[in-house]
């Protein structure tokens, strides 16, 4: 299963601005009303997640096909009590959640901590392996990682890949570096083959744009739904930042 490809890219034509998808939302939900709460056993009843996923214009039916499908996926675990249907966290979407927190938090566009260090990881998979390959990769751009080359992926500062690595059960095909670059490189020139980064600046700008209007109209929108697309957006737009010098810092704040 592609276990870390579940935050589904936006509709990003809608004259609104990008619109986040059912599962992203659900997970968006979930991460702030049951990681925060620190029980990470706590089951929300099927009808408070259609509320309030209805405030953001998500409907009944949408949500209860997204709820089967996130169980069918191993992200969501049901619980029956009576007549009610309770939905849960599993292990597995509780360590995304956990990852997509520290990088709205620690990381992010108001990470200035870095100190000239790389990360390198390098593979070689079977050609047979595409649904390993592309869990590797799709983690490893949640990660911050970029390809510099087709197997050699990097990435700045120290970061720790080695559980995920093992997650994907693919320690032994994998080898991790910690370097710096020798002073012949062009870190700016490697960087820029590296990453978008003019895709990147222009989400934070976008969402700097869109919120500050927004929250500057003083629409009197429901906070619950107001809180869950904004983390939602936010995600979506820190999500490919990779060194986090970019124009985010502000709307972190």
């Not at 997204?66 to 939905?87: A, I």
Request: glycine content about 10%; charged content about 25%.
């Amino acid at each position: 299963m592609e276990d870390y490809d579940i935050l589904d890219t936006p509709d990003s034509d809608t004259p609104d601005g990008p619109q986040p998808r059912p599962q992203s939302l659900m997970l968006a939900f979930f991460g702030n009303h049951t990681l925060e709460d620190g029980d990470r056993d706590l089951c929300v009843y099927s009808g408070s997640i259609i509320d309030v996923l209805g405030r953001v214009g998500v409907g009944e039916q949408a949500v209860r096909s997204t709820l089967t499908r996130m169980v069918n996926r191993g992200l969501l675990r049901r619980q029956r009590e009576g007549r009610r249907m309770y939905f849960g966290l599993t292990p597995q979407a509780t360590r995304v959640l956990e990852d997509g927190r520290t990088r709205i938090w620690k990381q992010g566009a108001v990470n200035d901590d870095w100190d000239g260090t790389w990360t390198l990881l390098g593979f070689s998979l079977p050609d047979s392996w595409k649904r390993q390959r592309h869990d590797l990769r799709s983690r490893l751009a949640w990660s911050g990682f970029g390809a510099l080359y087709s197997g050699l992926w990097i990435a700045p500062g120290n970061v720790d890949i080695t559980g995920v690595v093992a997650q994907l059960g693919l320690t032994e095909h994998v080898k991790i570096f910690h370097a710096r670059a020798d002073v012949a490189t062009d870190i700016e020139l490697m960087i820029r083959d590296t990453w978008d980064l003019e895709g990147v600046a222009a989400r934070y700008v976008t969402f700097d744009k869109r919120w500050t209007a927004h929250l500057g109209a003083g629409s009197g929108e429901d906070p619950i739904g107001t809180r869950l697309r904004l983390v939602s957006e936010w995600l979506w737009t820190i999500r490919a930042d990779p060194l986090n010098q970019f124009p985010g810092t502000r709307d972190k704040k």
